[in-house]
């Protein structure tokens, strides 16, 4: 643990990787004492085994690196989701054969390629 700008960070080693992470915290000596908490826990589970990066850090720019280093996916928040992302991969799952191969879907495929798809660039 250290002080930054005013604000307490944390700092430990998790596989093999040097971690810093901010505590959001203002240093102060009852923060301190919280924040050591933090730290015991955090070095308590992982030496048992029971440390994921992503659930204790879920906002960190590094919860990708580590979640490889782990060999587990990330699952992004609902506000990282974008309409976009969305509406490609319905149209590609919901019609894969096209509009034309699948006459009972046509006019839903047209219409959903009409309305949606050219606007998400799909």
Same mark, same amino acid.
Not at 10 to 22: H, M, T
Not at 25 to 35: G, T
Not at 63 to 89: H, M, N, S, W, Y
Not at 93 to 117: H, I, W
């Given at each position: 643990?250290y002080?930054r700008g005013g ?10 990787q040097?971690?810093?992470?901010p ?9 301190? =004492?919280l924040? *050591? /908490? $933090? ?5 308590? !589970? ?41 509406t490609? =991969?319905?149209? *590609? /799952? $919901? ?5 034309? !191969?699948?006459p009972?879907s ?6 959903f ?7 998400a660039?799909?």
């Amino acid at each position: 643990m250290y002080s930054r700008g005013g604000k307490l960070w944390i700092d430990f080693r998790y596989l093999g990787q040097r971690v810093r992470e901010p505590s959001g915290l203002k240093d102060s000596a009852a923060n301190r =004492r919280l924040v *050591r /908490r $933090q730290v015991d826990l955090i070095i308590a !589970e992982i030496e048992n085994g029971a440390f994921e990066f992503a659930k204790r850090y879920p906002h960190s720019l590094n919860k990708e690196k580590f979640a490889e280093l782990e060999g587990q996916r990330v699952t992004k928040d609902p506000g990282e989701v974008l309409f976009v992302g969305i509406t490609c =991969r319905l149209t *590609r /799952r $919901q019609f894969p054969k096209g509009p034309t !191969e699948d006459p009972d879907s046509e006019t839903r495929t047209r219409a959903f390629a009409g309305a949606l798809a050219p606007r998400a660039g799909c």
